[in-house]
Nanobody, 124 residues
């Protein structure tokens, strides 16, 4: 079993930035893709961004492209989601997940291990 832990959430004003971090308990996760998803109250969980095992391929939801950047440090086993120009509609619980493979999938069923989530709240 792999434990996934997110951190870095909080309350910010619109236009500001936050950086989320994701660590996995086993180094085998360094060979897997990592994704970020989010879920707002009353809404389905949605894909945000994903990065392949070697960082070579990155995918983003259209709504965050050009504002969010996903990255990873394979040496430390940590992934990041840099979120700039935050909007109130970005408010959600953000989840980090470890892919079943090396690729950066955009569907939840592509991912095997999930964190508990970190709350991001953007005030207007």
């Amino acid at each position: 079993q792999v434990q996934v832990i997110e951190s870095g959430g909080g309350l910010v004003q619109a236009g500001n930035s936050l950086r989320l971090s994701c660590t996995a308990s086993r180094r085998t996760a360094t060979n897997n893709g990592i994704g970020w998803f989010r879920q707002a109250p009353g809404r389905e969980r949605e894909f945000v961004a994903a990065i392949a095992w070697n960082g070579g391929t990155r995918n983003y939801h259209q709504s965050v492209k050009d504002r969010f950047t996903i990255s990873r440090d394979r040496a430390s086993g940590t992934a990041y989601l840099q979120m700039n120009l935050l909007k109130p509609e970005d408010t959600a619980v953000y989840y980090c997940a470890i892919s079943r493979s090396a690729v950066a999938g955009s569907t939840a069923d592509s991912y095997q291990y999930w964190g508990q989530g970190t709350q991001v709240t953007v005030s207007s």
